[in-house]
C-alpha cells in the first residue's frame, strides 16, 4: 500500500499570500496519477487537481499541481477567502487508492 | 444536474448489515466506473471498494475485504455496498464518488470528479 504524508498538517496564511502544500508517497505513484481535494465544513470533497497537474473543470488558476515519482506540490499562488479549507492528496495508481492525512489551511 | 445521492445508512448493532445505495443522475452512468469512500467524523478519507463501469471488475480496502459487497445496476443508474458484520471502526460518512480518468486495466480505480454528500453509518451496541 503506498503511503501519503501531507506536510504541513496545518498552514497558517493570510488572504493575498502564497500557500504550498506538500504529498510525499512511500513509493512512487504510477504515471503521476495523483489529485487533490478540497473540504469545506459539511460538504463532500471537491476535485482540484488530477494527474498530478491538471486542473479540474471549474477550478481557478490560482491552484496549480506539480510533482512526480513521490513528490507533489499543490500551490495555490494567491489566497482568496474561499481557500481556506482541508486539503487532500490521493493516488490511483495503485490498489488499494489511498489519501493523505490532509492539510488544514486556516486563516492567519 | 450531475448528481449522487446517497441512501441506506443509518444505526447497526455489530456484526450487523446495511446495504447502501447511491443514484446517479445527470450522466451516462454506465460510461463511468465508481466508488465508495468513507469518513469518520472529523478525520480523514478512507477509499472503501470501486467497480468499473460494467461491474466486471471490483476493488476493496483489506478493512472490508470478505464483508463488504460492491454492486451496480446500470439500467437503474444505482451504485450499491452490501455491508455485513459490521464493525464499530466501520462507523462513518459514507460517500459515492464517480470516477474521472481511471488506471489500469481493471479500470476501478481512479480520481473522483462528482461526489455524494453521503449516508451515515453507526455501529453501535
Known amino acids: 500500500e503506498i503511503v501519503l504524508t501531507q506536510s504541513p498538517g496545518t498552514l497558517s496564511l493570510s488572504p493575498g499570500e502564497r500557500a504550498t502544500l506538500s504529498c510525499r508517497a512511500s513509493q512512487t505513484v504510477s504515471s503521476t496519477f495523483l489529485a487533490w481535494y478540497q473540504q469545506k465544513p459539511g460538504q463532500a470533497p471537491r476535485l482540484l487537481i488530477y494527474?498530478?497537474?491538471g486542473r479540474a473543470t471549474g477550478i481557478p488558476d490560482r491552484f496549480s499541481g506539480s510533482g512526480s515519482g513521490t513528490d507533489f506540490t499543490l500551490t495555490i499562488s494567491r489566497l482568496e477567502p474561499e481557500d481556506f479549507a482541508v486539503y487532500y492528496c490521493?493516488?490511483?495508481?495503485?490498489?488499494?487508492?489511498?489519501f493523505g492525512q490532509g492539510t488544514r489551511l486556516d486563516i492567519k | 444536474e450531475v448528481q449522487l445521492v446517497e441512501s441506506g445508512g443509518g444505526v447497526v448493532r455489530p456484526g450487523g448489515s446495511l446495504r447502501l445505495s447511491c443514484a446517479a443522475s445527470g450522466f451516462t452512468f454506465a460510461d463511468h466506473a465508481m466508488s465508495w469512500v468513507r469518513q469518520n467524523p472529523g478525520k480523514g478519507l478512507e477509499w472503501v471498494s470501486g467497480i468499473n463501469w460494467n461491474g466486471g471488475s471490483t476493488g476493496y480496502a483489506d478493512s472490508v475485504k470478505g464483508r463488504f459487497t460492491i454492486s451496480r445496476d446500470n439500467a437503474k443508474n444505482s451504485l450499491y455496498l452490501q455491508m455485513n458484520s459490521l464493525r464499530a471502526e466501520d462507523t462513518a460518512l459514507y460517500h459515492c464518488?464517480?470516477?474521472?480518468?481511471?488506471?489500469?486495466?481493471?479500470?476501478?480505480?481512479?480520481?473522483?470528479?462528482?461526489w455524494g454528500q453521503g449516508t451515515m453509518v453507526t455501529a453501535s451496541s
Open positions: 490521493q493516488q490511483y495508481g495503485s490498489s488499494p487508492i489511498t
Open positions: 464518488a464517480r470516477v474521472q480518468f481511471c488506471s489500469g486495466t481493471s479500470c476501478y480505480r481512479g480520481n473522483f470528479d462528482i
Open positions: 494527474g498530478a497537474s
